[in-house]
């Protein structure tokens, strides 16, 4: 069985959805997940990453990514349902810019750290 990776995000965000599903996809493999993982990916606002920081860690500012580890261990089905990763759109698409990167290297560089914080 092979990882299953669920995208949620805005109409417009202007992301290769199936680039996010090949990053994704490495990140997990170098964390030792080569099969049997399903993860899902929220790319939100500023406005909806603030208001989950707010609500989720009592911290005002805007994140730029957020996790909310579900299980370590495999369900019934053989399934681990690792959690979740909310990425904001705008402080991504900015980072890219700010250090004059690329989306593969940000985004790898953030959802291996998001993919840490779920494994603790």
């Not at 992301?15 to 493999?29: A, F, P």
């Not at 990916?41 to 996790?67: C, D, M, S």
Request: glycine share 4%; aromatic share 8%; net charge positive.
């Amino acid at each position: 069985m092979n990882n299953t990776i669920l995208i949620s995000h805005p109409r417009n965000w202007g992301v290769d959805e199936e680039l996010v599903k090949k990053i994704t996809n490495s990140v997990l493999i170098e964390k030792g997940y080569q099969s049997n993982v399903e993860l899902s990916l929220l790319f939100v606002g500023k406005i909806r990453a603030k208001k989950l920081n707010i609500q989720h860690r009592q911290k005002t500012y805007i994140p730029q990514v957020l996790e909310f580890p579900m299980s370590k261990k495999a369900d019934e089905d053989g399934m681990i349902r690792l959690g979740d990763i909310v990425i904001c759109t705008q402080k991504l698409k900015y980072e890219i810019k700010f250090q004059k990167s690329d989306l593969k290297t940000i985004l790898y560089q953030w959802l291996s750290h998001g993919i840490d914080n779920l494994n603790k």
